[in-house]
T-cell receptor, first 112, second 115 residues
Framework: AQSVTQLGSHVSVSEGALVLLRCNYS??????LFWYVQYPNQGLQLLLK??????LVKGINGFEAEFKKSETSFHLTKPSAHMSDAAEYFC??????????FGTGTSLTVIP | DTGVSQDPRHKITKRGQNVTFRCDPI?????LYWYRQTLGQGPEFLTY????????KSRLLSDRFSAERPKGSFSTLEIQRTEQGDSAMYLC?????????????FGPGTRLLVL
């Protein structure tokens, strides 16, 4: 069975500061991991995905995530937050290619 | 724009009524998924299709819910005898299965409010 835990339902950072959104997964088989972003009243947009190639994955809008098997983590980072980064972020795990299991999300607020 | 589209974007209905939502996936995608998202939660898997075949259904999908993808293109999700607990955002996603993990592309969702 697969599951995802996102630590911190709300994260606030100052504009220009480091963004760190945490995701820990549980999977009985090698997982595929994803980060999606959701703006208000919109669908989910893929930021990046890990599919067993490089452990450091670069995505859109300056985001990246590192797969750490020993820690079962896939944390999302961005060196410098921008006001437009304010949104809901979801981590998801999949192993079969069929079902995605999403975390409960982290709401990111960027303070000017 | 050739992304996933959903119709309607918003639906308000009275308890006990039937509602139907439509999803048009990205044209070359053979897989189509339905998710439900309630406030403050991540999307929860409901069902998915490979072409026109419905291959998996979640336990969340009660007998009042039915989904079809008759020609392997667009899909409909019908909820019969709606209940207030059905109020949620219903998301559709599509992907192209090449035998390994592929990205799911999401539509904007249909927000349902049952009064």
């Amino acid at each position: 069975a697969q599951s995802v835990t996102q630590l911190g339902s709300h994260v606030s950072v100052s504009e220009g500061a480091l963004v760190l959104l945490r995701c820990n997964y549980s999977s009985s088989v090698p997982p595929y991991l994803f980060w999606y972003v959701q703006y208000p009243n919109q669908g989910l947009q893929l930021l990046l995905k890990y599919t067993s190639a490089a452990t450091l994955v670069k995505g859109i809008n300056g985001f990246e995530a590192e797969f750490k098997k020993s820690e079962t983590s896939f944390h999302l980072t961005k060196p410098s937050a921008h006001m437009s980064d304010a949104a809901e972020y979801f981590c998801a795990v999949s192993s079969t290619g069929n079902q995605f299991y999403f975390g409960t999300g982290t709401s990111l607020t960027v303070i000017p | 724009d050739t992304g996933v589209s959903q119709d309607p974007r918003h639906k308000i209905t009275k308890r006990g009524q039937n509602v139907t939502f439509r999803c048009d996936p990205i044209s070359e995608h053979n897989r189509l998924y339905w998710y439900r998202q309630t406030l403050g939660q991540g999307p929860e898997f409901l069902t998915y299709f490979q072409n026109e075949a419905q291959l998996e259904k979640s336990r969340l999908l009660s007998d009042r819910f039915s989904a079809e993808r008759p020609k392997g293109s667009f899909s409909t999700l019908e909820i019969q005898r709606t209940e207030q607990g059905d109020s949620a955002m219903y998301l559709c996603a599509s992907s192209f299965d090449r035998g390994k993990q592929e990205t799911q592309y999401f539509g904007p969702g249909t927000r349902l409010l049952v009064l």
